[in-house]
Nanobody, 126 residues
Framework: QVQLVESGGGLVQTGGSLRLSCAAS????????MGWFRQAPGKEREFVAT????????YVADSVGGRFTISRDNAKNTVYLQMNSLKPEDTGVYYC???????????????????WGQGTQVTVSS
């Protein structure tokens, strides 16, 4: 069993920055990847970014490319999402998740991820 705990959300003005963290607790932790998804009210959960745990290869959604950066600290079992130049459309609940198997081209598919955090609210005011 893996528990994921997100932190770092909050209220920020347009153009501001936030850094989300997600710490994983498990006796042994060796995911294939860790990622971030978000969900706005009335919308489906959408992919934001993912990072391969061993290779450090990252994938970022086109909507946040150039503004968001995903990184990880293997020693701390922690993944981060640095969010800059935030826009009102970035508002939503951000979820951390783990992929235990190969993602291939389906890294945007939430069904490929297994454990999920409780989510952290990000609100960007205009």
């Amino acid at each position: 069993q893996v528990q994921l705990v997100e932190s770092g959300g909050g209220l920020v003005q347009t153009g501001g920055s936030l850094r989300l963290s997600c710490a994983a607790s498990a006796r042994t932790f060796a995911p294939y990847a860790m990622g971030w998804f978000r969900q706005a009210p009335g919308k489906e959960r959408e992919f934001v970014a993912t990072i391969m745990w061993k290779t450090d290869i990252t994938y970022v959604a086109d909507s946040v490319g150039g503004r968001f950066t995903i990184s990880r600290d293997n020693a701390k079992n922690t993944v981060y999402l640095q969010m800059n130049s935030l826009k009102p459309e970035d508002t939503g609940v951000y979820y951390c998740t783990t992929a235990l198997g190969i993602l291939g081209s389906r890294y945007r598919d939430p069904d490929k991820y297994y454990f999920w955090g409780q989510g952290t609210q990000v609100t960007v005011s205009s």
